[in-house]
């Protein structure tokens, strides 16, 4: 595989992810551990794409339960009310607090498929053979990785109001078994984004303006 | 200058987005390096007076002490009153038989910040003192492994939108640990983004001359 001209790689330099120490070709091939910090130290993350994906279907899947199963139960004077994540925003909007509503739906909602849509096509991008625009695809990445630690809040919510609320009969919360799935879902994707390499989006071609008039002008 | 004509001393580095070499020479007040490149912001400035730094992490060990001995928030409904603390927020859980999930709130709600505020005091104060200093590298690596799961800015959101949530069925009171919770995501976040990481390495390199 080449580098583009100027990157550490193209050098055969090898840069520590923890402390950005230098790994120069001779060294590498005495120890693959940085000799700062004795972390793993590789040219590129190995088999990033493989990782990022196999993390990404987890969540995937985890994604499904966390959406149908009720993630927390109700229980006031006697009755017992399940609700989902998409329930539970919905009663938030019925009763008036429309901007907690509104955090929790982007938070729970939102942010998590446009966390696994992003991912699947930076991962798209890289694996494809055709030049891409290095411009996007950064700002989608760093998107990505501000955004993801933000879903989080949904499960504290449900964690707090368990503590909160135990009267027994007369008002008491419990969390269900979606709250589980969900956290796996926000720290699976988070382990997903941490796995994909950025570098191999600045590896490939930078997408030309010429390039995009010729396709224009063949469609 | 070119970068093969001499060895790569400790002002070169990799960009982390784009992997392009970069000099990177020691930074002035409010100063950012970006790469060249991809514009990411490579370094940025350092607090150069770690006294500050270590004052505000025991400030924040102090709040997160009184976050987790006090009530945060109290509640009543129909005659009864009951007051929670912050470790509540995962026992809670874990007496609802949610084993994982409470053990993974409590993580990351006190174990992880407790882990950053303490290696991050051991990292300064052996600098300062110049402690100890072999085992410098590895304490800044499991700091730099463990930083990105530090999620108290999220839990702070979650205790406000969970205020909101039971405002409308009943009274709130606030507890003192629910200002110190406050004031401790204040002073840890503060801390926590006042070293930089290029500049914390060439330290730590230095101090244990590897």
Redesign the interface.
Known sequence: MTFPKGTAASRGLRSCSICSTLMTPRQAKLSSRCRVCGASVSLRKPYSIQKTMAFLITSCVLYIPANFLPIMETTQLGRTLQSTIIQGVVQLWELGSYGVALVIFVASVVVPILKMISITWLSWMVVRKKPISHAKANQIYNLTEFVGKWSMVDVFVVALLVALIQFDNIMSIHPGPAALSFAGVVLFTMLSAQAFDVRLLWDKEQLQESDLTDLEAKN | MS??SRS?NEH???C??????LHVPPLAVEQEALCQ????SVAGHSEKDHGRIIGLLFASLVFLGCALYFPM?G?S??G?S?G?TLL??????LE?N?V???L??IG??VGIPLLLIVVMLIVLLSLKLNWFTGLL??W??IF??VR?WN?VE??V???L??L???A??AEVEFGMAFWALLAFSVCFLVALNSVD??EL?RL??RA?K?
């Open positions: 970068v093969e790569h070169h580095i990799a982390y987005a784009c992997d392009q070499l490149r991809c514009g990411h928030l509640f409904a129909g009864r009951r929670m509540d927020s995962g026992l809670a859980l609802s949610e994982v999930l409470g993974l709130v990351l709600v590298p590895m800044g690596r730099y492994e990105h999620m999220v839990y959101l979650g205790v939108v969970s909101t949530k039971i409308s069925m990481r290029i390495w730590i390199r244990s590897r």
